[in-house]
């Protein structure tokens, strides 16, 4: 059965740092493409990052690029989220997510929620 | 990265069917064939019901179906149960990235 751990969340000032981690376990990690996708308290669901098998290519939404970087290692089955400068409309429920392999979330973790505040 | 557009709700009685629409731009929807609907309930994870537009994963009931034309989606809930009522997604690859809908509420009334 797929598990998806998320961990690391918390209170965070602004303009202060995180590190999100999600333990996978019951598939080969490193046969799938990962996600992390936001929710902001009350609001929908946002696409935040993404990294392939390898974690040699990876992609970030406009509202986070060059403040998160996504990373993977695969050895351990653990992918991250090193969240940089954060901000106010930064704080949501942060969901780990495993593509099926057609461009899909089809298995989510329970979240991991950051809140950004002073 | 403009999300999708999906109507803030929707309803219907037990037994009824309900269509949810999902509008997109000839960048997401309207290039890829990878559209996913996800359901939502309150304080839960989201699940995946739908994946590339019309197929179901294992263990989601045949009363979920999707369809696409053009730059619109959309998902079908037949036999309406009680518990069917969530909130749902849409989600559609964009090349590089991928767009969320806002979200509809779907109530049985």
């Known amino acids: 059965e797929v598990h998806l751990v998320e961990s690391g969340g918390g209170l965070v000032q602004p303009g202060g740092s995180l590190r999100l981690s999600c333990e996978a376990s019951?598939?080969?990690?490193?046969?799938?493409?990962m996600h992390w996708v936001r929710q902001a308290p009350g609001k929908g669901l946002v696409w935040v990052s993404s990294?392939?098998?390898?974690?040699?290519?990876?992609g970030h939404a406009d509202s986070v690029r060059g403040r998160f970087i996504i990373s993977r290692d695969n050895a351990k089955s653990t992918l991250h989220l090193q969240m940089n400068s954060l901000r106010a409309d930064d704080m949501a429920v942060y969901y780990c997510?495993?593509?099926?392999?057609?461009?899909?979330?089809?298995?989510w973790g329970q979240g991991t929620l950051v809140t950004v505040s002073s | 990265q403009s999300a999708l557009t999906q109507p803030p709700s929707a309803s219907g009685s037990p037994g009824q069917s309900v269509t949810i629409s999902c509008t997109g731009t000839s960048s997401d929807i309207g290039a890829y064939n990878f559209v996913s609907w996800y359901q939502q309930h309150p304080g839960k994870a989201p699940k995946l019901m739908i994946y590339?537009?019309?197929k179901r994963p294992s263990g989601v009931p045949n009363r979920f179906s999707g369809s696409k034309s053009g730059n619109t989606a959309s998902l079908t809930v037949s036999g309406l149960q009680a518990e069917d009522e969530a909130d749902y997604y849409c989600a559609s690859s964009a090349g590089n990235s991928w767009v969320f809908g806002g979200g509809t509420n779907l109530a049985v009334l």
């Open positions: 590339e537009v019309s």
């Open positions: 990294i392939n098998p390898e974690g040699t290519y990876s």
């Open positions: 019951g598939f080969t990690f490193g046969s799938h493409w």
């Open positions: 997510t495993r593509d099926g392999g057609n461009w899909d979330h089809d298995h």
